[in-house]
């Protein structure tokens, strides 16, 4: 494996939602520790699940991983970062400025913006060789999906960029006298980040359409930033050992066909295959295994069990209920790759046939609702937040509403502010508060970004609120927020989303807390990709199936008020009606 014989200093790991970077990032980073190499993994991701999967409660700080010499890791905490990122900006002003001045420094440094900052720069820390980042051979960093990445590796051109221009700071940086340090930390990433003997970039995919597209645009992307030291894992390849079930017989089609047809820029690439495993990527040990026996563990492991699969609810279950009002918005969250774009497809093209107008809408800057519902329907409006669409439109907006009233001095000062990358997070949510509005006149089915990325935008919904709500308190005006209506039950239904595994259970339920804490109550849960309710015979499907039995009971008695289960299905969720036969399971309801 050229990636652990030939490491270069960094390694980032990226890829659409649950293709498996994080269990291949560990896996490298154990393999190149126990060659004698000291080894730092990194999470990046707002959502880690890199505790879960090394088996260790981790902080912001390298945790040594005992069980394996040489190795530690670190999750990088936005809020955390975001919090100590704070007190370094206004530490030093503290009884030097007026009491005023330092409140308008805090309220600067009040926004999402600011959080996403203070993430970066915690990455770009580790990217110098010095600090903490000097006691390590090798910087594993186990990245978001893919949109949120693509965007943390874009920062450091577009702050330094920006800073080049500035001429009095930018307020989610902080004071202009802080700027040029910080400038020349950014530049040096970008250098660190675009030389191929420092630095490789791991595409990982599953033998999947969806997955392969997303690795593909990745690649061609990450080039056009001077990206271009890449290397492709394809995880969980499957063979089915018994030809009698249709399933998996279809399933092995399936992979090989998108295996046969990779686009001639993967192809290149140097690559490692993988394949599929009947137990879940959890622990040291089987982390170990993945790489020094390609997963193989003894064929006693595939025996079947005696335990029956039950009968499980399915998703049309829900429509019934969603569809009794007529409107309101339906938002699928969950962490990457657990099939929210799909079902959202799913449940549009559901509601489109019972005759109701559907606006069928995502936040994800790395989601093509157009890869699952390719040909236009009567009755169906197809949408995304494009991130740089929805930036040059608020500039424009805010420069012809406040520019005619300013002199050249303040004008050139807005454009200046308007240059910001920061501009970008307060468009996005702008254009997210329209479409939830949207939802009083039809249904919006929104499909969101994995759960990181989302909380970000939640984050600045409930900051709107706080601010709106407190500047017209006592003025007798009624207002009605975008958290207002997502905290309203009868005007917004939450579906969470999830696989039937450990790490998506997990993170599933500490988004659903992440959510009560923000006064926002789920509607259900959707198990995703189920292979229990596909009920199969194939050996390795079949471990893989009765190993999900405890997690959906989990979910049916601890977490969720309604349940449905979505089953596997043989062909890819593409087309209008296949995603209208995925809504109904073969098993009948509980």
């Known amino acids: 494996m050229e990636l652990i014989n030939k490491p270069t200093r960094y390694l980032f790991f990226t890829g659409k939602g649950g293709v498996g970077k994080t269990s291949t990032a560990c896996a490298t980073a154990i393999a190149l520790a126990e060659r004698g190499r000291r080894v730092l993994i990194v999470s990046t991701d707002p959502a880690s699940n890199l505790?879960?999967?090394?088996?260790?409660?981790?902080?912001?700080?390298?945790?040594?991983?005992?069980?394996?010499?040489?190795?530690?890791?670190?999750?990088?905490?936005?809020?955390?970062?975001?919090?100590?990122?704070?007190?370094?900006?206004?530490?030093?002003?503290?009884?030097?400025?007026?009491?005023?001045?330092?409140?308008?420094?805090?309220?600067?440094?009040?926004?999402?913006?600011?959080?996403?900052?203070?993430?970066f720069d915690e990455f770009t820390a580790y990217l110098a060789k010095d600090g903490e980042a000097a006691d390590y051979d090798h910087i594993v960093f186990d990245t978001a999906p893919t949109g949120h990445t693509l965007r943390l590796l874009q920062l450091p051109a577009a702050w330094t960029g920006f800073m080049e221009t500035n001429r009095r700071g930018a307020s989610c940086l902080g004071p202009a006298s802080g700027l040029k340090t910080q400038q020349e930390s950014y530049a040096a990433a970008v250098k660190v980040l675009a030389d191929p003997s420092q630095t490789t970039l791991v595409l990982v995919a599953?033998?999947?359409?969806?997955?392969?597209?997303?690795?593909?645009?990745?690649?061609?992307?990450?080039?056009?930033?001077?990206?271009?030291?890449?290397?492709?894992?394809?995880?969980?390849?499957?063979?089915?050992?018994?030809?009698?079930?249709?399933?998996?017989?279809?399933?092995?089609?399936?992979?090989?066909?998108?295996?046969?047809?990779?686009?001639p820029k993967l192809a290149a690439l140097p690559k490692t295959e993988i394949p599929l495993l009947g137990y879940n990527l959890v622990g040291i040990q089987a982390l170990r295994e993945l790489l020094e026996r390609g997963g193989q563990r003894a064929t006693a492991k595939h025996r079947k069990a005696s335990q029956p699969i039950p009968n499980l609810p399915p998703l049309s279950d829900l429509i019934d209920e969603i569809a009794l009002k007529g409107n309101g918005l339906i938002m699928l969250m969950g962490k990457g790759g657990v099939g929210k774009t799909s079902l959202a497809a799913s449940i549009a093209a559901e509601l489109v046939a019972r005759g109701f107008p559907v606006h069928l809408t995502t936040t994800d800057p790395a989601a093509h609702l157009t890869d699952v519902l390719p040909d236009s329907i009567e009755g169906l409006r197809v949408s995304r937040i494009d991130p740089v669409a929805e930036t040059e439109a608020y500039r424009q907006k805010v420069l012809k509403s406040s520019g005619e009233?300013?002199?050249?001095?303040?004008?050139?000062?807005?454009?200046?502010?308007?240059r910001s990358p920061c501009t970008e997070e307060v468009a996005v949510f702008h254009a997210f508060s329209r479409i939830v509005a949207g939802a009083r006149r039809e249904i919006v089915v929104m499909d969101t970004a994995p759960t990181g990325h989302t909380l970000l935008l939640l984050d600045a919904t409930g900051a709107y609120h706080r601010e709106v709500t407190r500047s017209s308190h006592g003025a007798g005006i009624n207002l009605v927020t975008p958290m207002m209506r997502l905290r309203d039950p009868d005007y917004t239904k939450v579906l969470i989303v999830a696989l039937a595994e450990t790490t998506p259970v997990t993170e599933a339920a500490q988004l659903q807390a992440d959510l009560r804490r923000a006064g926002i109550e789920p509607?259900?849960?959707?198990?995703?990709?189920?292979?229990?309710?596909?009920?199969?015979?194939?050996p390795l499907l079949l471990e893989r199936a009765r190993a999900e039995l405890p997690q959906i009971r989990k979910v049916q008695e601890e977490l969720a008020k309604h349940i449905a289960v979505v089953p596997l299905l043989p062909e890819e969720p593409t087309g209008f009606e296949v995603l209208r036969a995925s809504l109904t399971s073969p098993a009948a309801k509980v």
């Open 405 to 418: 009233n300013l002199g050249a001095d303040a004008l050139a000062l807005l454009e200046e502010d308007l």
């Open 523 to 538: 509607f259900a849960w959707i198990i995703n990709g189920s292979l229990a309710a596909a009920k199969p015979t194939d």
């Open 206 to 263: 599953r033998p999947e359409r969806g997955a392969v597209r997303e690795a593909e645009r990745t690649s061609r992307e990450l080039e056009s930033l001077g990206l271009r030291n890449q290397h492709l894992i394809l995880n969980g390849i499957f063979s089915a050992t018994d030809r009698t079930d249709a399933l998996a017989v279809a399933l092995e089609a399936r992979g090989q066909k998108v295996l046969g047809s990779l686009p």
């Open 51 to 119: 505790d879960q999967v090394l088996g260790v409660a981790l902080s912001s700080h390298p945790k040594a991983i005992g069980e394996v010499f040489g190795l530690s890791a670190l999750n990088i905490n936005p809020e955390t970062a975001a919090r100590d990122y704070r007190e370094r900006v206004i530490g030093p002003y503290r009884g030097v400025l007026p009491k005023d001045s330092l409140s308008s420094i805090k309220e600067q440094l009040s926004g999402a913006c600011t959080v996403e900052v203070a993430a």
